[in-house]
């Protein structure tokens, strides 16, 4: 099994920037692909980036340009830079992972918010 948990939610003017961890623990030489998603009230979970042993990775479209995935695989970690935050980014943000080099994984985190004000 693998466990995930988030940090560095919080919040932020609008054309802020907040920086997400993910930090795994467990079998982490099981994992392949890690990534964030986001739920926001009322809505869908929602891919917002992912990425997969070898570098390759995916965005959203309302989030490319803005945000950047990335991963530390020395400290397990996987990272979202977010810029230019804008209110309908409020969500809790999840942090996902799993063993194929899929961009859905069967483990989550637990979540973090992030608010941002408008």
């Known amino acids: 099994q693998v466990q995930l948990v988030e940090s560095g939610g919080g919040l932020v003017q609008a054309g802020g920037s907040l920086r997400l961890s993910c930090a795994a623990s467990g079998s982490i030489f099981s994992i392949n692909a890690m990534g964030w998603y986001r739920q926001a009230p009322g809505k869908q979970r929602e891919l917002v980036a992912a990425t997969i042993r070898g570098g390759a990775t995916t965005y959203a479209d309302y989030v490319k340009g803005r945000f950047t995935i990335s991963r530390d695989n020395s400290k397990n970690t996987v990272y979202l830079q977010m810029n230019s935050l804008k209110p309908e980014d409020t969500a809790v943000y999840y942090c996902?992972?799993?063993?194929?080099?899929?961009?859905?994984?069967?483990?989550w985190g637990q979540g973090t918010q992030v608010t941002v004000s408008s």
């Open positions: 996902n992972a799993g063993p194929d080099p899929n961009w859905r994984g069967p483990w």
